[in-house]
């Protein structure tokens, strides 16, 4: 009896076969705040998470594995530039993972103004931010008949829930047809595919899952893979996952460094749009904004960029939309250089959260999302470390009007000053997301603030 | 004389007269087009290609790039060059802080500022028979990057992908790259090293067996671009005669392909040209030639 395994899901995991999910957690500390937690909501089809961790050569790259179907009918295909021992490959935590999303996530700010009429400062406000889950389809195909495969298994072993085999093939033929006799479902067009990475000398790290193992672990979603490995290639075979996609897939790759931030080097990064002022009532539709704000961007540069979303030194964050990593988390995140693995605490609550580690202790996340189609993307995403230490994060301020009583003067001028205000948040809010300018400025009720009705410059004066 | 349907006034015959260099070639230092066209090159980037470049770095560029112009050629001066012309070398100063500005990136000032100072030092330290064998730009970066890989955190790096691959662009340089390549007389050099690498790409495509874009999407990149028509071409640095600079192109061009695919190091063509620069001397050694001059001379031309 043929199993069913999604040809789909093998390739497209190729490269990461995961699900996105941005949560972040509520009562997060914050300069004179608290966070507001929204609900989860599906933001991005078909995205996938990579966390890779590297310095110089040596690498940990953790895959996210969130499969849908049945899981007796999920495999796993992925290049890896260099043989695999056993003791190379862990099955990750997933929730590290969710911990670095949610700490890079773009987020809202939230500012109160303060009454017009008193003198004193107005106070801050953090928010929380976007969320998505994502998921991802499979379909299968059919196969072939060969008898001289060529394919060594070089490795065979058991990690967690997973039974791995590392391939070493010499031409795609043998693969395929490997593949195919062994039941698993590859789509057409992976022959042409799998051929230059077995010209680069490639090896294939392929996985499934054993029941068994998986009814021990008690749950039934799929564990994050991760193996740690010494190359100088330093790439996503993309390529690989985008047969059988139909249009754009999503890709976030969270690179820790020692160095500073990383960055895409054969293709344009560039930072997505940061610290506008937004109307207020976006706070309800975030990830509609953000989805759609990064659609816009995207679109705008000729769909051919990578978005570099956050950039900072883990051991503080400002504002902070969930609790730094501790070093234990970071040792389970893949980050390997860290002097001492014991747990350094938790901060108490304050504006910024300086972990005091020595210099080498260091760790540099970059947020990368990547969009990309086979006809923007022709080549495999390679990256490159960087000694940039610059900060950057999606970061969206919303500023709340004053809503009381304002008799006196200069409460008047700040009730004109709304209108006009207003007015450009919304045009900002239609520029970054093609949102209707219409439909926008009705959900904010411009019309029902005061119209701002010019006052004489004499009236001043001469009262 | 130009031909126009209205009649001018007599003083301003002269400027339409087709006699008049001015018209044809206002510049007859070919490095101020180098400068005019690098510095569009500058301003595109930072308008269009949203590069976060801070304008005190650039100013540190070339600040130092000047001081130390300044300060080495009156310690090391010229033996062929008068001292009032001593001030015509800030061109060739200028057109260095304009490649360093384009091309390397920094969020600490030292960096920017050893870059600047060791690439118009290059000029003066490592010469032989009173010309210069490394392109002060590249010197420059290689040797940022260098510490910043192996010594400390120098925080300087370059971004490849910064142009990003549009044919746009691709076209704007080889145009205004041609037009200087044109007055200094060094397209072949150009011609070639993109011929030898785009021929060892290609053959690498083929053998790999991807499909042609993803060759055209390596070859568009607008650095490789930038550096194959403004950096390997200084004519001051790179061998005078024409085999020896052909030989040269298409070494640089091995060695950088070598870099990228076998060592999978993105900065390949600086590396390749800072490791083929000295063997300029060699070929101007085995291949005789004229110096290259910016400014036509009365006297004889040293080699």
């Known amino acids: 009896m043929k199993r069913f395994l999604m040809g789909m899901r093998v390739l497209l995991s190729t490269a990461l076969a995961c699900l996105v999910v941005f949560t972040y957690s509520p009562a997060v500390y914050a300069f004179c705040g608290f966070y507001v937690s929204q609900a989860d909501a599906s933001l991005f089809n078909k995205a996938s998470q990579v ?80 969320v998505g889950i994502t998921r991802s389809a499979a379909p299968a195909m059919a196969a072939k008949e060969r008898r001289d495969y060529q394919v060594t298994i070089e490795a065979k072993f058991a990690v967690g829930e997973y039974d791995i085999l590392i391939l070493s093939a010499k031409d795609s033929d043998g693969l395929e047809s490997w593949l195919i006799d062994n039941d698993y479902k590859i789509p057409q067009g992976a022959k042409a595919l799998l051929q230059p990475y077995i010209r680069q000398n490639m090896k294939f790290f392929v996985a499934k899952v054993n029941i068994a193992e998986l009814s021990k672990t008690g749950s039934q979603s799929l564990r994050p893979l991760m193996m740690a490995f010494e190359s100088p290639k330093f790439m996503l075979p993309i390529r690989l996952g985008m047969l059988n996609a139909n249009g ?18 054969n293709y344009r990064t560039i930072k997505v749009p940061s610290g506008s002022d937004i109307p207020v009532y976006v706070k309800n539709e975030f990830g509609d904004f953000y989805k759609s704000m990064f659609k816009t961007s995207y679109e705008k540069e000729g769909k051919k960029v990578a978005f570099l979303e956050y950039a900072w030194d883990m051991s503080s964050c400002d504002p902070c939309s969930a609790e730094p990593l501790s070093n234990d988390e970071l040792r389970k995140a893949g980050v390997f250089w860290l002097d001492s693995p014991n747990n350094s605490g938790i901060m108490p609550s304050g504006r910024r959260r300086p972990i005091f580690v020595p210099n080498d202790g260091r760790v540099f996340i970059t947020r990368l999302h990547i969009r990309y189609s086979r006809d923007k993307f022709p080549e495999d995403l390679t990256f490159k470390e960087t000694s940039n230490q610059e900060s950057f994060q999606g970061r969206y301020v919303l500023r709340y009007p004053f809503k009381g009583e ?47 009705v010019e006052v004489p410059f004499w009236e001043n004066l001469w009262k | 004389m130009l031909k126009l349907p209205f009649a001018l006034p007599r003083s301003l015959t002269k400027f339409f007269d087709a006699s008049n260099s001015l018209l044809t070639s206002p510049f007859k230092d070919a490095r101020y087009y180098q400068i005019l066209f690098l510095s569009v090159f500058l301003l595109l980037g930072v308008s269009t290609r949203d590069w976060s470049l801070k304008p005190i770095a650039i ?14 050629i009156s310690i090391f001066p010229s033996p062929s060059q008068p001292e009032k012309e001593r001030w015509t070398s800030l061109k060739s100063a200028t057109i260095t802080g304009l490649g360093l500005s384009l091309l390397l990136r920094s969020d600490s000032y030292g960096a920017i500022v050893c870059a600047a100072f060791l690439a118009i030092a290059s000029k003066f330290i490592f010469r032989t028979n009173g010309k210069h064998w490394f392109n002060p730009a590249n010197f420059g970066i290689v040797m940022v990057l260098l510490l910043d890989q192996y010594v400390w955190n120098n925080h300087a790096w370059v971004s490849n992908g910064q142009w990003g ?16 390549l044109k007055k200094v007389g060094r397209w072949d050099t150009s011609f070639m090293f993109l011929a030898a690498y785009s021929i060892l790409e290609g053959l690498r495509n083929l053998w790999l067996g991807w499909t042609w874009d993803v060759l055209a999407h390596r070859l568009t990149s607008g650095s490789l671009l930038l550096f194959a028509l403004f950096m390997i071409t200084d004519p001051r640095s790179i061998p005078n005669a024409k085999n020896a600079r052909l030989i040269w192109a298409v070494a640089i061009a091995v060695l950088a392909f070598i870099f990228r695919n076998v060592f999978f190091n993105s900065d390949a063509m600086f590396y390749a040209l800072f490791l083929i620069s000295p063997l300029t001397v060699l070929g101007d050694r085995l291949w005789k030639a004229p110096r290259f001059q910016w400014l036509p001379k009365r006297y004889s031309i040293q080699t």
Not at chain 1, 72 to 95: C, I, M, N, S, T
Not at chain 1, 415 to 429: H, M, N
Not at chain 1, 434 to 451: E, F, H, Q
């Open chain 1, 51 to 130: 966390v890779i961790a590297r310095d110089g050569k040596r690498t940990v790259l953790t895959m996210a594995n969130d499969y849908q179907g049945n899981v007796k009918d999920f495999a796993l295909v992925v290049p890896v530039p260099v043989l695999l021992k056993k003791e190379q490959v862990r099955v990750g935590e997933q929730k590290i993972i969710d911990r670095l999303d949610s700490f890079s996530a773009p987020r809202l700010v939230e500012y109160f103004d303060s009454d017009p009429c008193a003198r004193y400062e107005a106070y801050d406000r953090m928010t929380s931010n976007a």
């Open chain 1, 248 to 265: 754009d897939q999503d890709l976030l790759v969270y690179i820790l460094s020692p160095k500073g931030q990383a960055e895409v080097a």
């Open chain 1, 406 to 452: 304002t008799t006196c003067d200069a409460g008047k001028e700040y009730q004109r000053s709304l209108r006009p205000r207003f007015e450009k948040e919304a045009q900002t809010l239609a520029r970054l997301t093609s949102w209707d300018i219409g439909d926008i400025r009705r959900k904010m009720n411009i019309s029902v603030l005061p119209d701002p």
């Open chain 2, 59 to 72: 100013a540190i560029t070339f600040a130092t790039c000047w001081l130390t112009q300044i300060c080495m």
């Open chain 2, 165 to 180: 691959e549009d044919s746009l662009y691709a076209l704007v340089f080889l145009g205004l790259g041609g037009i200087v």
